[in-house]
């Protein structure tokens, strides 16, 4: 049998697996990277976070990013210059985080690689009627693998939309196997650029089960933040707690079509941008705004769009809500959530024994064990595939 064939054949048959999840997200705040021990696949996954870290970007690596992120037009040397710059980048990032943890990249049987989101374009958001759903990660997953030496799998999203889906919400797949308890019906709600909820009613119909972009999780927010106060995001909600929801302005980023389009349904930075809000506030003659009022707005619109997918969608006698992803450190977001749907008990995915910062790269790295060992997994009318491509290190 050719080598990278056995190497793979050696890596499913074993009972346990060492596997590095890596998720970079829209947010690019940084490079989140898990190391997970996987047993078994599909419900019967056991799996066990070993270590986790967020490198955080440079500056300058973000700006790079930043010239190709969710635009409309770019330049084709950058976006071909940066696919291999950026696979061999979070190579190094992996490298080093190994070294940090002492451990051999001999012993890690896989990497999982999401790469860089820098485009997504469902149906809905490109309106063409000739070509499909879109998205395109980038971060070559062969680098990844010649650099450390290790197999990679990665480019998940692709498989999914080929098999008719819109290459995302990938959560889906880990929410089930990590969130589902019957007799209790949850949502795990992931709040980072974008937020996104899976609902897992307990009667156990995987038929019933939706997951979904709700709209806007973090992205706008920072997005303000980044335009109005130079700083990166608003930590610990500090000038949305100083300022004063605008309703007109709420109501005008409210009535957008894509709160009304049916789920399942994604979407991104491309529309939920500055511009967006700029449009909003003009439509609402809410354009003499304070900039405090625009924040806190924006974070009301976070909570309102969240909440409103919730009722809107029969999810009312949601029990248990849990978070992750950066939004769950937001207070004015959770606190508006606890409020508006009360009485859900409203909590992070620390409930299941899963790090809320860790939970996406954690996904990722589920993902490549399922591609490896699992079977497609039929959830109502969700693609049901085995998600990714293989990069051998040589
Ligand atoms: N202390 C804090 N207070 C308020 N917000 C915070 C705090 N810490 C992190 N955040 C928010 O979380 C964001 C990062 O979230 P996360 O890492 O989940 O995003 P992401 O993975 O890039 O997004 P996505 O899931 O859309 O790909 C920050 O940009 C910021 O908005
Ligand atoms: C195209 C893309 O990168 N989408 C991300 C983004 O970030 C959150 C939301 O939008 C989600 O749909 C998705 O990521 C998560 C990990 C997912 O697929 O479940």
Redesign the pocket.
Known sequence: MNRNLQHLFNIAQKPQRLVVGL???????GL?IALCRFSGHGMATKFELLEFT?TPYAADFKAEIQQLFAKKIIGLEKLTLMNAYVGSFHAELILAALKQWGVSPADVDMIASHGQ?IYHAPKRLHGQAAYPNATLQIGDGDHIAVKTGILTISDMRQKHIAAGGEGAPLALYGDVIMGSQTGEDRILL?????A?LTWLPGNGNGAEIICCDTGP???L??AACRKYFDM??????RIALSGKVSEALLDALLDNPYFKAPAPKTTGPELFSIAYVEKAQQVSNTTGLSLRDIVATLSAFTVKSISGFIQDNGMQSVKRILI????A???FVVDGLTAELAPAMISDTNYLGVNP?AK?AILFALLGNEALVGEPMHIGGNPAVLMGKFSFAG
């Open positions: 998720m970079s997200g829209t947010s690019l705040d989140d967020t989101t992931n709040i980072g650029g974008i996104n999780g973090n992205t927010i920072d990166p995001y608003d930590e610990d909600s992750s992803g950066g939004g450190k937001n207070k910062d996406e």
